[in-house]
């Protein structure tokens, strides 16, 4: 499975970007779709997962309210609409693939990963 994250770019605070993920090489409806991020000196951080099969949906609660992942079959992609974003939210984004039913916000589940994105918030 191929990933490719699309997307990111300069905003200022309080604003809105979606991301897109779009995913080819192997059956969409197979893997629950993640979002981490990474921000520079920091550990990877979950954002939110959708499961397989249409399964729910699943967002941290540092970006509870804010982000939403959703999911669009036909076009085998993945989006996470963020808004009301921080400076906090500056990051790297990268969308992953997983086989996982649970276990969804944990990247050691995740099998495949796309490149990631840079989102900056400024303040």
């Known amino acids: 499975v191929q990933l490719q994250a699309s997307g990111g770019g300069l905003v200022q605070a309080g604003g809105s970007l979606r991301l897109s993920c779009a995913a080819s090489g192997g059956t969409f409806s197979w893997y629950g779709l993640g979002w981490f991020r990474q921000a520079p000196g920091k550990e990877r951080e979950f954002v939110a997962a959708i499961r397989r099969g249409g399964g729910g949906t699943y967002h941290g609660d540092s970006v509870k309210g804010r982000f939403t992942i959703s999911r669009d079959k036909s076009k085998n992609t993945v989006y996470l609409r963020m808004n009301s974003l921080k400076s906090e939210d500056t990051a790297v984004y990268y969308c992953?693939?997983?086989?996982?039913?649970?276990?969804?916000?944990?990247?050691?589940?995740?099998?495949?990963w796309g490149q990631g994105t840079l989102v900056t918030v400024s303040s």
């Open positions: 992953a693939a997983t086989s996982y039913m649970f276990g969804v916000d944990d990247g050691a589940n995740y099998n495949y």
